[in-house]
């Protein structure tokens, strides 16, 4: 199980480092996402979702795609052994969090 945890982070880093623009990234983190087990796909998709929904408050809230990622990042995506190559790869993997929450309803359907 573990293996296919760090996979999926290792998976997640790749696709984050070579994250192509919209509409060409949404099919790299639809790909991504569809690969998640159940459980976490919903998981996901409902913290997205909110995320999402904060960022319709931005002009009050202040909290922007890429604020709420880079906030939300380090809890998403976690590995149990972390090591300086997982916190240098923080960025990129913030940059995918930015994408699934300004891409939400194109990556996961309607929310």
Avoid at 68 to 84: D, G, I, K, Q, S
Wanted: proline residues 5%.
């Amino acid at each position: 199980q573990e293996r296919k945890v760090v996979a999926k982070y290792d998976a997640a880093s790749a696709i984050a480092s070579g994250l192509n623009e919209a509409p060409a990234g949404d099919d790299q983190v639809r790909g991504l996402v569809d690969d998640l087990p159940a459980e976490n796909r919903i998981v996901l998709r409902v913290l997205v979702s909110f995320l999402a929904e904060a960022v319709c408050y931005s002009a009050s809230n202040k909290m922007s795609a890429e604020s709420l990622a880079a906030v939300w990042a380090p809890n998403v995506f976690r590995t149990r052994h972390e090591t300086p190559t997982s916190f240098q790869a923080m960025k990129q993997l913030s940059k995918l969090l930015a994408h699934l929450i300004s891409r939400a309803e194109i990556i996961f359907g309607p929310l």
